[in-house]
């Protein structure tokens, strides 16, 4: 079984829309590292780097599931791939996809399903279940046309995640902060926590819907160890990509004290 996952964002190929970084998707990272655990064979494209990138699916119309991670604001490039595939599985992950399933599976879309929040390990349960579909209504965070009372699923112990497939995103990924360097900088990112417990007026209901207001953090050794790997790997300057990495002034003084 062949699976391809792609990054459907492809607003940053705007040249009127000004972003200020490509950072990879850590989500992505970690469901490419528990296919590979589970020997599965997998590919990987991120719009955010590809220029026509219908251009280049041509090379992967073998494949048998296609994951496509997508934004609101993406919503149409996420279905235009996903027509492309249209013989395939097509399951839509990310922030719209655990907010609004409903607009994504329904009669005739391309997408086959849905699964609604920290998905990493319904995925693999998944494509386990497929062959047996009468075992899918197990599965809590999968939406689909025989299944709609699905939940935004959370991953409690997020020590027990593998690393993300960091050398999926050996590539052009950037960050620009208001901060002087005088080094060649070599970008890691990393996970210390998930969700926010705070009901911010102004913070996006999107984020919130698709990672819960349960607060759960990593431990200060596994955070430190992972920071460990990502200089292993060359990495020079380490950015934590948590909504709120500062929820906990303890926490935040034990990862301190741990490095």
Sequence with gaps: MKILVIDADSILLNKEFNYGDIVPR????????????????????DCR???????????????????????????KSAFKLANLFKNKIVIGIGPHASALPHTIVYENSPFDYVLRGECEYDL????????????????????????????????????????????????????????PFFKKVKWGYLNASRGCPNLCTYCSPMNRVSYGYRYRMRSAKGVVDEMEYLVSLGKNVIEIVDDNFTVSKEQVEKICDEI
């Design 124 to 179: 693999i349960e998944l494509i386990e279940k497929l062959s047996n579909k009468k075992y899918l209504d197990e599965i809590k965070g999968l939406y689909y046309l025989g299944k709609q009372n699905s939940i935004v699923s959370i991953v409690t112990d997020l020590d027990g995640l593998p690393y993300p497939k960091y050398h999926a995103f050996d590539g052009a990924y950037y960050d620009i902060l208001p901060v």
């Design 26 to 45: 850590l989500q992505i990272g970690y469901i490419l590292s528990l296919l590979e655990i589970n020997n599965l064979e997998y590919s990987f494209l």
């Design 49 to 75: 780097l590809i220029n026509k990138i219908e251009n280049k699916l041509s090379s992967y119309g073998d494949a048998d599931i296609v994951i496509i991670y997508f934004n609101t604001y993406d919503y």
